[in-house]
């Protein structure tokens, strides 16, 4: 039975669309086949950050609107054959989206993959609601700082309530994914710290990813950061949280602050 | 010419009033609208004596005399029409009600008959909720306390006409004895929140005392002052 997970976080910028991505090949290279679907009508980025911009011909609204069929608008990543896309449109906004077609498409996708990820819009319009309607699961998003964390409260408030399961008296699985976590502003005191941002939002952990140039690198070359640079802090964290996400137990690792080999000399020769 | 002193007077003040009143719509047929008000009269009798009420025509289609002898039928009830709504003034002559007009909706209870005899004791009732308020849910319960098994998120409500419990950090606002109750408490475990009230009179964070932060608290009015002390 095919799941449907959500990756949300009511801020914008936080690593919504990068996460979608990671989490998406991530699953592809376990074995899963995934289709990840972006919601953000309007202001796309899911397909420049899977490198698929130069093959989209139909898009979410003409699925919804039956202009094309979803054989027609699912685009293949390259790399991963397990890997699919359904990209949204660049030219109309969320008012084009409809409750029962969305409904509709995202049953059709149920059909015919193990695993269907939403990658929700910033805010909580149409877009973001729409995009949480029908999720079985929930990945929120949040950087550890005050704004993040109380949007990503606000998020969590409507997953219990404006989703089709909520509805139904049942619960929406929900894991918060902390991202863009910097050791050394921690350490300092200038970020929440983790047990922090857990405490206000009394849900379980899913993943820490560390900030890293890897990701903007990643992101630049259209290609998802556990593909590109797999040795990665960045896509091992992401590894790691989509295999807690398959229900594997691995301890959760507190990305260190990284001394490099000259921050080391220069510290010995100084002494 | 001897300037005539003349009496001022003073103009009289008018002043305006709202009043809650009962609204009757009658429909057609009359004569069967007014069976059913037999009934419901005869439910409680008595309970539409001295009270204000307003007949609403706006469903029907009477002529002068028509309503005339609707007036005098409700009078009959002991029923006294205080204005009519959804009539044309034309329609009225001068010794009826005066037409109303710009009524707000309001809730009325049902109220059932008072029976003197029995004393009920007041039920105080109380909402409880087990997991923790999120930011920018409201949760409204004016008929008595509000207990909350988690925390309340920065940004989140609860307005109670009770006490409100929190077992755990309140960040949000909290506004207690909405309905006039200043013996309405507020508890939490960790006091960290944007705005309290109780009855009206409110606090806001800025002038919490630094040293009440992070620990277990109690808010409660002493007059007309908030104090808020910790709980050990």
Redesign the interface.
Known sequence: MAKVLVVTSGKGGVGKTTSTAAIGAALAQCGQKVVVVDFDVGLRNLDLVLGAERRVVFDLINVVQGVAKLSQALIRDKRLENLWLLPASQTRDKDALTEEGVGRVIGELRESFDWVICDSPAG?ERGATLAMRYADEAVIVTNPEVSSV??S??I???L??KTVKAEKGERVTKHILITRFDAARAARGEMLAIDDVL??L?TPLLGIIPESQDVLRASNVGCPVVINGPSTTAARAYLEATKRLLGETITMKVPAERKGLMKLLLRRRAA | MDAIAEPVTQPVRLRGRSYLAFVFTPVVPIVGWLADLDATVARSPGFFIGKPVVLDLSAVELSRSAIAHLIVSLEKKNIRILGIEGVDQSLLSPTMPPVLSGGRVCEIAQAAPERPEVEVRPQVASLLLDSPVRSGQSVVFPDGDITVLGSVGSGAELVAGGSIHVYGALRGRAMAGVNGNPHARIFCQRIEAELLAIDGYYQTAEELDQTLRNRPAQAWLDGGVMRITPLT
């Open positions: 909580i109380r949007d409260d606000r969590i408030g409507m219990d309530s405490e206000i009394a």
